[in-house]
């Protein structure tokens, strides 16, 4: 795709730690011109650490960063809550000419007004126009599409396409890394690895290491475990050879010298033994040690199911709101949701997603028209907004818990989440976008409620966290009302629409997928398919783990083996 690809940033040995705790141990990897890098981890294990590193702004305690001084960075930041003054008038016509192509009309005559009531999605639009019109060599971009409506990720993807320069993107959006890179870079346990292709490929890979690691460490058990056993038998013919050697016994006592000195010169032979098979095994393990694969962390989130409500919840009549600006939203819409009912609210940026929501909660009073709740409503909201939890006060206190059982159940909930006990006791102000977006789950999850109005609710959440959400979402037997820009995230959990288009809001009985490419099915995995042949591996594995590799059944278990492993790469292909 690129040729002539220099060198654009070195990074040598880098090393940093927060409190004792070792984020990055020994990074070291070359960025080159044309490179399209996906960098990916968990909440917290050091990927914005890493990236203000490389940009200067926070030293590393060892290691060096090579990069021209000629390079210029340009850099989005994770959160997005910039002084409209940063923007800067100056860049004119070329920061106008970004905005419009991303769908935001007229910014050149924006008042204060029209400032003040910008979406998530718009600050982000203005952050990336910003960017681009400073004319970067390199680009730093960290979760570039939390809040980013389709049209904006579409815009994104195709001015990535057109980028010379190379592109290190932190990002847990596995539809946009899917089609904006084609290297992953893994943090794990403060240590980078290394994959090459998008998402998808990268998952294949990662699952195949893991299994092939599984399959080695099982086999170095096994053999440790027979080492052991031989061990045990010398160690338990010496004790008897030791036993035999102090044994007092009738006949004449120069026989009975000789019959002990043999068994004390055998006794010393299995000692001796031992020491050797000891030895051999300890240089083994060092020069070829086999970790144990980690086992990825289940998270979990419990909810609360309450009893069936009446079949309609919401009902909306010519519902439009305008602002004071004379800026219409949306008017003369009509929709309904029932109780249960999955509903994606899907539209460009600024078009009205959170005023609706808002409208729903009773929080926006300046709409006109009808919109009737169910009395027995009780809905839990989940903001886009992680910064208003108070920055100075522990989680725990922040929570506002003082029953004994609410703080056993909160404890559980944020340790499910991923959230040690060193991460509760610490100020919110000091925690990261993620750990914060878990904090107000788990605020969200001690209450009762039989609707859920989430709004970019995987902002910020890691992959682990934000499949197991879609997980249990699933299971969720009450209503989902979620706006969301993630594409995996909306298709896979909603199965209703409701459209914001041409200043209206209408219902539509389709999934994204069905939306978005009219005539294609959206189709559901061989879920069954996979446990069953996901079965026989753990049932393959633990026969491999209790024979001999000389025995000659070994040879085909182990071939069924790798056949079951190509069925399941095949299969989730």
Not at 18 to 29: C, D, S, T
Not at 308 to 316: D, F, L, N
Not at 419 to 442: A, N, Y
Request: proline share 2%; glycine share 6%.
């Amino acid at each position: 795709m690129h040729t002539n690809q220099k060198i654009v940033l070195k990074v040598s040995g880098v090393e940093k730690s927060f409190h004792l705790r070792k984020v990055l141990e020994n990074i070291q990897f070359n960025i080159k011109s044309g490179d399209r890098i996906g960098l990916v981890g968990c909440n917290g294990s050091g990927k914005t650490t890493l990236a203000k590193i490389l940009l200067g702004q926070l030293n590393p305690d060892k290691g060096t960063i090579e990069i021209d001084d000629h390079v210029k960075i340009g850099y989005l930041s994770q959160s997005i809550d910039y002084q409209v003054n940063e923007w800067g008038q100056s860049l004119g016509e070329d920061l106008y000419q970004f905005t419009k192509e991303l769908g935001l009309n007229k910014v050149y005559d924006w008042n204060d007004e029209r400032l003040l009531h910008l979406s998530g999605g718009e600050k982000l639009k203005l952050a990336l126009s910003h960017i681009w019109s400073s004319k970067p060599d390199f680009l730093i971009l960290d979760e570039p599409t939390n809040h980013l409506d389709f049209k904006g990720i579409n815009w994104l993807i195709s001015e990535l396409t057109k980028f010379n320069g190379p592109v290190l993107i932190i990002s847990h959006d596995r539809h946009f890394l899917d089609q904006a890179v084609t290297q992953i870079y893994e943090l794990e346990q403060s240590k980078l690895h290394f994959y090459n292709g998008n998402y998808s490929e990268y998952m294949v890979e990662k699952q195949k290491r893991i299994e092939n690691q599984q399959h080695a460490y099982q086999v170095q058990q096994q053999q440790v475990q027979s080492v052991e056993a031989q061990m045990q038998q010398l160690k338990s013919w010496s004790d008897k050879a030791h036993r035999d050697s102090t044994k007092k016994g009738s006949g004449p006592s120069k026989r009975q010298f000789g019959i002990k000195e043999y068994h004390r010169a055998k006794a010393k032979k299995r000692d001796s033994q031992i020491k050797s098979k000891m030895k051999r095994l300890e240089n083994e393990l060092d020069q070829k040690r086999i970790e144990k694969p980690k086992e990825a962390t289940e998270v979990k989130f419990q909810f609360e199911k309450s009893g069936k409500r009446g079949k309609r919840i919401i009902e909306a009549k010519n519902l439009s709101i305008e602002f004071d600006d004379h800026r219409i939203l949306f008017q003369g819409s009509q929709f309904y949701i029932n109780h249960g009912e999955r509903i994606g609210l899907l539209g460009d940026n600024g078009c009205g997603k959170t005023t609706l929501i808002r409208i729903i909660l009773g929080e926006e009073p300046r709409y006109k028209g009808d919109i009737w709740k169910s009395d027995s409503l009780k809905a839990a909201y989940l903001s886009q907004d992680v910064n208003d939890l108070p920055a100075d006060k522990a989680v725990l206190e922040a929570l506002g818990l003082t029953d004994r059982q609410d703080i056993y159940s909160a404890r559980t909930l944020l340790a499910n989440l991923g959230l040690k006990e060193e991460q509760i006791m610490k100020p919110l102000g000091t925690l990261s976008l993620g750990e914060r977006t878990r904090v107000k789950l788990t605020d969200m999850l001690m209450k009762d409620y039989d609707v859920l109005i989430l709004d970019e609710p995987t902002n910020h959440l890691d992959l682990a966290s934000r499949e197991q959400l879609e997980k249990t979402l699933n299971e969720f037997t009450g209503t989902i009302i979620t706006v969301s820009h993630d594409y995996y995230f909306l298709n896979k959990l909603c199965d209703r629409l409701l459209v914001f288009e041409n200043q209206q809001v209408k219902r539509v009985e389709k999934t994204l997928e069905e939306y978005i490419n009219p005539g294609i099915k959206n189709t559901k995995t061989c879920e069954e398919e996979l446990l069953i042949i996901e079965n026989k591996i753990a049932f393959i594995l633990g026969q491999l783990s209790m024979m001999d590799q000389k025995n000659p059944q070994y040879d085909v278990l182990d071939q069924e083996f790798n056949l079951l492993l190509q069925q399941k790469r095949n299969l989730q292909n």
